[in-house]
């Protein structure tokens, strides 16, 4: 897909302001929704946004997965597979942290970061204040990733 300005930026208000923004202030809302069975959240807010500029939606169903999981320690995760990021700072996953009581509550990202020429990804935190958090480099398989982010979590560095 070529790049598409209006596209890039609708992608990364959902995916850097509102999707966080959004969980922090009505997690129940948000993590109802995202477990809803047949309801596919991901592609309906990023379909209405997008053609809201005018743009034709470019992506299809299959191409926004979510999966959830529970670490030992009784936290539970959401993690969201979006469609493949077209430039840098846009995300290609999405991961939720939360306790049962929500009390707390984490906000990750996998992002895109170029490196000479060539697309790499990095792992982000986005906190309850909305400041963003490299924490580097990670994996690109779905284990890898929930690893890294449950070493940050149990460190207590998010």
Same mark, same amino acid.
């Given at each position: 897909? $070529?790049?598409?300005?209006?596209?890039?930026?609708? *992608?990364? /208000?959902?995916?850097?302001?509102?999707?966080? /923004? *959004?969980?922090?202030?009505?997690?129940?809302?948000?993590?109802?929704? =995202?477990?809803?069975?047949? +309801?596919?959240?991901?592609?309906?807010?990023?379909?209405?946004?997008?053609?809201?500029? #005018?743009?034709? &939606?470019?992506?299809?169903? $299959?191409?926004?997965?979510? %999966?959830?999981?529970? &670490?030992?320690? #009784?936290?539970?995760?959401? @993690?969201?597979?979006?469609?493949?990021?077209?430039?840098?700072?846009?995300?290609?996953? =999405? =991961?939720?942290?939360?306790?049962?009581?929500?009390?707390?509550?984490?906000? @990750?990202?996998? /992002?895109?970061?170029?490196?000479?020429?060539?697309? +790499?990804?990095?792992?982000?935190? =986005?906190?309850? /204040?909305?400041?963003?958090? +490299?924490?580097? #480099?990670?994996?690109? %398989?779905?284990?890898?990733?929930? $690893?890294?982010?449950?070493?940050?979590?149990?460190?207590?560095?998010?």
């Amino acid at each position: 897909m $070529a790049f598409n300005r209006n596209i890039y930026n609708t *992608r990364y /208000e959902i995916e850097q302001k509102r999707l966080p /923004e *959004r969980f922090y202030e009505t997690p129940k809302d948000v993590i109802q929704s =995202i477990l809803e069975p047949g +309801n596919n959240t991901f592609y309906k807010l990023f379909k209405t946004l997008i053609e809201r500029t #005018g743009e034709q &939606f470019p992506y299809k169903e $299959a191409d926004f997965k979510t %999966n959830c999981f529970k &670490f030992s320690d #009784g936290t539970f995760g959401c @993690f969201v597979t979006l469609p493949k990021p077209e430039s840098v700072m846009l995300c290609a996953h =999405i =991961i939720y942290l939360f306790s049962q009581d929500l009390k707390t509550l984490k906000f @990750f990202t996998v /992002e895109t970061d170029e490196f000479i020429g060539q697309m +790499n990804y990095k792992l982000c935190s =986005i906190n309850r /204040e909305g400041k963003h958090v +490299n924490h580097g #480099g990670c994996p690109m %398989n779905p284990s890898g990733i929930i $690893a890294k982010v449950q070493e940050l979590y149990n460190g207590a560095s998010v």
